[in-house]
């Protein structure tokens, strides 16, 4: 005979609601340790791109700086890479895709390394000038800062009118 009390028993729950929400909780957790992961390579890598020993530049001209790298990162297949020291400039071993500019503030002293592929984009006798004394007349009024920003518009001006 049957219980009388067996039709009042709880039906057994079902497991998937719990299942489905524990996956969910995971990979929120997974995509969120992957955003972290993107935002700090991202800043180490924005940190080497523009290297302020001096720290004499600018928020904003950190910014442009950094608008710039984008920008020929991005249309150009290029890299830029800025140091600004207080001291000697020893210019890195860099590939043919990599733009340097190293400047040693207290000396007045510019090294740029122009990379073949730009220098064969840009008019004729502008990578020798941008490579060469440049920066001498903004150390001689004291406006590096600009003189950076100057040479990178020229660059990126010169650049979008070859295409």
């Avoid at 609601?17 to 997974?30: K, S, T």
Wanted: charged content about 20%; hydrophobic content about 45%.
């Amino acid at each position: 005979m049957k219980d009388e009390f067996e039709d009042l028993s709880p039906a057994p729950r079902s497991r998937w609601p719990r299942m489905i929400l524990a996956l969910a909780v995971g990979l929120l957790a997974v995509w969120g340790f992957y955003r972290h992961f993107q935002n700090v390579t991202g800043r180490f890598a924005a940190e080497e791109e523009i290297y302020d020993q001096t720290k004499r530049l600018s928020p904003d001209e950190l910014d442009r700086l950094h608008q710039a790298a984008q920008a020929f990162r991005r249309d150009y297949g290029l890299n830029l890479r800025v140091a600004v020291l207080s001291g000697p400039v020893t210019p890195p071993v860099v590939d043919a895709g990599t733009i340097y500019i190293g400047l040693d503030v207290p000396q007045s002293r510019a090294v740029v390394i122009v990379p073949p592929l730009l220098a064969k984009s840009l008019p004729p006798d502008m990578a020798a000038r941008l490579a060469g004394d440049f920066f001498a007349p903004y150390f001689a009024a004291q406006a590096w800062p600009e003189g950076l920003l100057a040479w990178t518009s020229l660059a990126l001006e010169a650049l979008g009118e070859q295409k």
